[in-house]
């Protein structure tokens, strides 16, 4: 059994910074990539980052671009999201995720974790 569990949410005020972490129970080059996506309550869950374990490649989605990095320390067995100058749409239950393909696809993710919540409000 795997598990994924975030941490790091809160409730910071616009242009804040925040990181999110993630860290797997087993060694993560099971994994090929892991990502982060995130969901509003009402809406569909969305492709925010992913990063590759061996290559450390990362790819982001247009809106967090500048603003967010992922990154990975292979001896935690961690992946880090580093958020910054945050936006009230930001607001959203972040996730981690570990797949075997890299990609913006949550079908391409097969372990996940439970969500951590960042709130984004002055």
């Known amino acids: 059994q795997v598990q994924l569990v975030e941490s790091g949410g809160g409730l910071v005020q616009p242009g804040d910074s925040l990181r999110l972490s993630c860290t797997t129970s087993?060694?993560?080059?099971?994994?090929?990539?892991m990502g982060w996506f995130r969901q509003v309550p009402g809406k569909e869950r969305e492709f925010v980052s992913a990063?590759?374990?061996?290559?450390?490649?990362?790819i982001y989605t247009d809106s967090v671009k500048g603003r967010f990095t992922i990154s990975r320390d292979d001896d935690k067995n961690t992946v880090y999201l580093q958020m910054g100058s945050l936006k009230p749409e930001d607001t959203a239950v972040y996730y981690c995720?570990?797949?075997?393909?890299?990609?913006?696809?949550?079908?391409?993710?097969?372990?996940w974790g439970q969500g951590t919540q960042v709130t984004v409000s002055a």
């Open positions: 990063i590759t374990w061996n290559a450390g490649s990362t």
């Open positions: 995720a570990g797949g075997r393909s890299f990609g913006s696809r949550e079908n391409q993710y097969i372990y």
């Open positions: 087993r060694d993560p080059f099971i994994f090929y990539a």
